[in-house]
């Protein structure tokens, strides 16, 4: 703990004292390692998805994550309600109009834009981006944690299953002791860059929304409303304040799916949705490993696809950890349904809903969205919301859609470190819990002050890097403990 | 599976779905359409806000296509109305000459009955052809009327949209055999680009131009309409043209159109569209608050500023003419939803750069920077995206004092401005530092009362060729235009490449009696370059980009692409210019060769190297850990 936090102290102090150096060096390393080996993500990620359905469909899907005899902690609704909210950012909000828009603008890899094949393509693109790989990415961080930690009642620790796993001896615990600091690591920074980003989402919105203009005041004080939401909910617990919000946020994005189905096109949106799920299947198995080399477009791939991985990578060890926690009880099939075919249903939905009534407007209404999602995507959605009946309750719906959004983002990450930094128990003290909750908020609110969001970036996505490594190692111990251990005829 | 919340909302959900699609079934909302320029735009926005008050579910097709299309695609029903002129459809429908003499609403009710259809009460104006020249020209020639022009030996040039010129009935053609004149050519414009004829006529290109009665700019630029003696236009009254079961279906509709029976008169419909065509606003704007102005739509107290105001920079003397119009036309159709504001500003480039505005109509010259050692250096942070127009060096003088060997001191725009960057760089390469002195004023104006109280021996301005502040400087002040001589020989001037030798045409301006040598730099549209490439995507969950760079994205290709062909510019930008890649698609993209790159390699290496051992230590045996049979706690460190 005391390592995790003076490397924490270091870098971040490194990151506002030279914020350039630190950003050159964090966005050059995640650059060079995009530009040189872009293809292992691809086709990690691809595999991942691949492994999970082979768990989940396989001889061990049965395999309780539990004793054979437990229950699930919680109803399944919220157990939904709540891996959604911590898996997904204030960005599914931004990006839903803005993504295929985007991609029916501008599409790549040679499609004419703006035409029907342009939409097509960008709601197949936009689903591989947010569909099955980013939850499988999220499964399986999450299912190698659960599988030790509640069917063989060891810590919640990410080194848990290397060093279950591995020969015990000095390497197997220097591996496991960099592990847990590399996660811890990633964790902090990626939690921090997150929250000055959302921070800034909110500012952006209540721009738009109400003409307030973008200070650095008006930042605090959304920092300072979000630290206090965050951390009383971190406080009362799981069951408690996570919950209710998520499920608070849940209905939220069900309403807001609502008014733009009914009041949109409806059977356009309908339509879209049904078309999305055919396109994507049809295009997964080729699109899963497809990168633009030939087509001279590999900025494309880096700057869309690889991004996007990176980002759920990036988000992997505390969401993973959090979705773990939440799990128990359930079994491996059970888990992989659940965080992963549930979610991305829902996500299709809701990008044929959001995106597939953009698209409505680009081809048949009165059109100028791209324009705008090219300049700020901030903006398209807002003036989206525009075309709604109620546009201002929508745009104020959205607004607190985002904050909260932020809010179980944050929780569930003050939780998470607080698992990792007090040796993996399941339910941390409570003022170790508001002791992280500070710090994350003092190392927001400097970022913040510091103005280079650069900085947040860097900070948010560094931590993928090493944890790719560790992730592989993970569920190499995981599969071995699997193949040896488990007969695959559990509960059967 | 999912849960036992979501399923009540769920099936509300449905419900409402089903409710929704049971109540929409029978009617089909009413497709609207229109031709393509903004007059017609703006009436069928009109009607479409009219039709949407009333209740009426409407499908926008603005602009849907010229009149003979919209009329064979209104009688099968792929538009249900658009506003339609009855002279028009007289025409349309070749009915003989006879019957177009005067057309009443009654007569044209009649006529398009039978084909299924309802002709409403007009708007209230009638927007006729005409055939409009320049003073000039009319006073040189002696025309007046059209018959006059059967007179002219030489015969007439004209300029005429695609449309007019196909007309068989009332079309270029019929109109030059009824009156007996020679076409010795006739170049065509598109009909939405109004401006275009006006440019046309202005530099001279042309003697003759078919324009339309409420075109914003009739009258002015010293142009006016040539009188219609034999009376061989019919009227034009628009009106809104609807399929007759339409009606039926919503009867309301009737209502809600008949609210605009003689609320439009011309002059109010050229005000209109001069916001448009001229002030760079919406079409969708216009038609909306001039409904409200007429009280037929509830006025919006809480009027919100439009979302994503698109702002194009020009030169303040550009107010007077026709490129940055042409630029902001092009802006527009391009980016249809967007507000766009062209604001006047000292430096268009730095505004660009600055991202205060989008867009900037910039000059060749302002791509350029000249060291003190004389060195061009070129920038890069800003990039053309499409060629407007040629721009020339005006050098005007008192005509007392038309010797430039005698000057001191020359009037010139604001410092930084394309004309004080020219006559800077034209004095130091000639070496005339010393001599002549550069006052720097604030605008046009300023420069011209410079000349007018002797403040000034001359003015330097840079404007495309008849640009209507000089004709009437030059006009009714009786100032020169004067050949500076700086072209002469092996100029030095020459060596910069962004100006251009041209000459000026004798009698291109009031007075000149000579052609006159100067120099030429092209006027592009210029947009900002964000000069930090960053690899990794903008993208991401938690990633917003107008968040962190306020200042614009670079102008993505393809729109760039859509600009030039906007633009409808038969030059290519200057290939001294850096300019969008989206312009040349065609030109294929320098690739690097194939090089090693060690560290690219080892990066390479250590990844296949980690799957390989991550794949060994998966097909060995796991370690006996007591943790894994006994299913407690392992010790931590």
């Not at chain 1, 709604?388 to 929508?394: H, I, N």
């Not at chain 2, 040539?226 to 509709?253: I, K, M, S």
């Not at chain 2, 008849?466 to 030059?474: D, E, N, P, S, V």
């Amino acid at each position: 703990m005391l390592i995790s936090f003076a490397l924490v102290l270091g870098f971040g102090i490194w990151g506002l004292v030279s914020p350039e150096q630190m950003t050159a060096a964090a966005v050059g390393a995640v650059n060079f390692v995009l530009g040189s080996v872009g293809w292992l993500y691809l086709a990690l990620c691809s595999s991942f998805l691949l492994l999970a359905g082979w768990l989940a469909f396989g001889r061990y899907g049965r395999v309780r994550l539990g004793p054979d005899d437990s229950e699930p902690e919680f109803s399944t609704a919220s157990w939904l309600a709540m891996l959604f909210a911590g898996g997904m950012g204030a960005g599914l909000v931004f990006w839903g109009v803005a993504e295929p828009v985007s991609h029916f603008a501008h599409p790549p890899g040679g499609t004419a834009a703006s035409t029907p094949a342009s939409a097509r393509l960008a709601m197949v693109l936009t689903n591989l981006h947010w569909g099955l790989h980013a939850w499988s990415i999220y499964a399986v961080c999450s299912l190698v944690l659960a599988y030790f930690i509640f069917r063989r009642g060891m810590p919640g620790l990410v080194s848990t299953p290397i060093r279950a796993a591995l020969p015990a001896g000095p390497g197997t615990r220097f591996l496991g002791f960099a592990s847990d600091v590399a996660a811890t690591f990633a964790v902090v920074f990626g939690l921090a860059g997150s929250l000055v980003m959302g921070v800034l989402q909110v500012r952006a919105g209540l721009g738009e929304a109400l003409g307030l203009a973008p200070t650095n005041a008006l930042s605090m004080a959304i920092l300072a409303l979000l630290a206090v939401a965050f951390m009383l909910s971190a406080s009362t617990g799981l069951s408690k304040g996570i919950q209710i919000l998520s499920n608070i946020n849940m209905l939220l994005v069900i309403g807001l799916l609502l008014v733009v189905v009914v009041f949109g096109p409806t059977a356009y949106i309908m339509e879209a949705f049904v078309n999305s799920l055919g396109d994507y299947l049809a295009a997964l198995p080729a699109y899963s490993f497809r990168m633009l080399s030939y087509e001279g477009q590999m900025d494309w791939t880096s700057g869309w696809t690889l991004t996007y991985l990176i980002w759920w990578i990036a988000w992997g060890p505390f969401v993973g950890i959090f979705i773990a926690r939440i799990s128990r009880g359930r079994t491996i099939r059970e888990f992989c349904i659940g965080v992963i075919i549930v979610p991305t249903v829902f996500s299709l939905f809701w990008f044929a809903a959001l995106g597939g009534a953009s698209i409505w407007i680009e081809l048949n209404g009165g059109g100028g969205l791209s324009e705008l999602v090219a300049e700020d995507t901030a903006t398209a959605l807002f003036a989206f919301l525009d075309y709604m009946p109620f546009g201002a309750v929508l745009t104020g719906l959205a607004l607190i859609l985002i904050f909260i959004f932020l809010v179980t983002s944050a929780d569930s990450g003050t939780f998470v470190i607080s698992m990792m930094t007090s040796e993996g128990q399941l339910n941390p003290r409570t003022s170790l819990k508001l002791a992280w909750g500070t710090a994350i908020t003092l190392l927001t609110l400097a970022i913040l002050l510091s103005g280079s969001v650069e900085v947040a970036k860097a900070m948010a996505i560094f931590g993928a890097i090493p944890f790719t490594l560790i992730l592989v190692l993970q569920i190499v111990s995981f599969l071995r403990t699997l193949r040896d251990t488990e007969t695959g005829a559990a509960g059967r | 599976m999912s849960g036992s919340r979501k399923s009540p909302l769920a099936v509300l959900a449905l419900c409402a779905v089903c409710l929704l699609g049971a109540c929409g079934g029978g009617r089909e909302p009413v497709r609207i359409g229109s031709q393509a320029f903004t007059e017609q735009k703006i009436l069928a926005e009109m009607m479409a806000l009219l039709a949407e008050d009333a209740g009426v579910p409407v499908i926008r097709a603005i602009p849907y296509g010229d009149n003979r299309r919209s009329l064979a695609a209104i009688q099968v029903g792929e538009i249900d109305a658009y506003p339609e002129y009855d002279g028009s459809l007289f025409a349309l429908i070749g009915l003989p000459a006879t019957a177009t003499r005067g057309i009443t609403p009654e007569k044209t009710r009649k006529l398009v009955e039978p084909l299924g259809l309802r002709w409403m009460q007009p708007f209230g104006f009638e927007n006729d052809f005409v055939l409009a020249v320049r003073r000039d020209f009319a006073l040189q020639r002696d025309v007046r009327t059209i018959s006059d022009l059967a007179s002219l030996p030489e015969g007439v040039s004209v300029a005429a949209d695609s449309g007019f010129r196909a007309r068989p009935v009332d079309g270029l053609y019929a109109l030059a055999r009824r009156y007996g004149f020679e076409i010795t050519d006739a170049s065509v414009f598109p009909v939405d680009d109004r401006m275009a004829a006006y440019e046309a006529l202005a530099s001279r290109a042309v003697d003759v131009a078919t324009v339309f009665r409420t075109d914003p700019w009739l009258g002015g630029y010293g142009i006016f309409a040539l009188e219609d003696d034999l009376g061989f236009f019919p009227v034009y009254q628009p009106a809104p043209l609807v399929r007759a079961d339409v009606l039926e279906a919503y009867p309301q509709l009737a209502d809600a159109w008949s609210g605009l029976a003689g609320k439009i008169d011309i002059e109010r419909m050229q005000l209109l569209n001069a916001r448009v065509d001229g002030g760079g606003e919406d079409y969708r704007n216009v038609a909306r608050q001039a409904l409200e102005e007429l009280g037929l739509l509830p006025a919006q107290p809480t009027q919100e500023e439009p979302k994503g105001e698109l702002t194009l920079a020009v030169t303040p003397l550009s107010d007077l003419g026709y490129l940055p119009i042409r630029a902001a036309a092009a802006l527009r159709e391009v980016m249809p939803a967007r507000r766009l504001t062209v604001r006047a500003v000292a430096v268009p480039a730095e505004a660009v750069r600055s991202g205060e505005a989008r867009f900037g109509l910039v000059g060749a010259e302002d791509f350029f920077r000249v060291d003190e050692t004389g060195r061009l250096e070129r920038v890069t942070d800003i990039e053309a995206v499409g060629m407007v127009g040629n721009r020339l060096l005006h050098v005007i003088a008192r005509p007392d004092n038309v010797d430039p060997a005698g000057w001191e001191r020359l009037a010139v725009g604001p410092e930084g401005s394309g004309s004080w960057n020219i006559a800077k760089i034209v004095i130091e390469t000639l070496g005339l530092e010393d001599k002549i002195e550069l006052i720097s004023t604030a605008d046009f104006n300023a420069q011209r009362e410079a000349l007018d109280d002797g403040d000034a021996d001359a003015l330097l301005v840079i404007a495309e060729r008849g640009h209507a502040g000089i004709m009437r400087l030059l006009g009714d002040l009786e100032h020169r235009l004067v050949d500076t001589g700086v072209l002469e020989g092996d100029s030095p001037v020459l060596r910069y490449p962004f100006l251009r030798p041209v000459v000026i045409p004798a009698g291109v301006y009031p007075g000149q009696s000579e052609p006159i040598d100067t120099l030429a730099t092209q006027a592009v549209l210029a947009s900002r370059v964000p000069l930090d490439d960053d690899g990794l995507g903008e993208s991401g969950p938690g990633f917003v980009p107008g968040v962190f760079t306020r200042l614009p994205q670079r102008l993505p290709f393809d729109t760039a692409a859509r600009i030039r062909d906007a633009l409808r510019s038969t030059e290519a930008v200057d290939p001294t210019l850096p300019a969008s890649p989206g312009l040349y698609p065609e030109t294929p993209p320098v690739r690097p060769r194939i090089s090693v790159r060690p560290g690219v390699v080892a990066m390479n290496v250590l990844a296949v190297a980690f799957l390989t051992a991550m794949v060994m230590l998966y097909l060995t045996a796991l370690p006996k850990n007591p943790a894994l049979t006994m299913s407690s706690a392992v010790d931590d460190d």
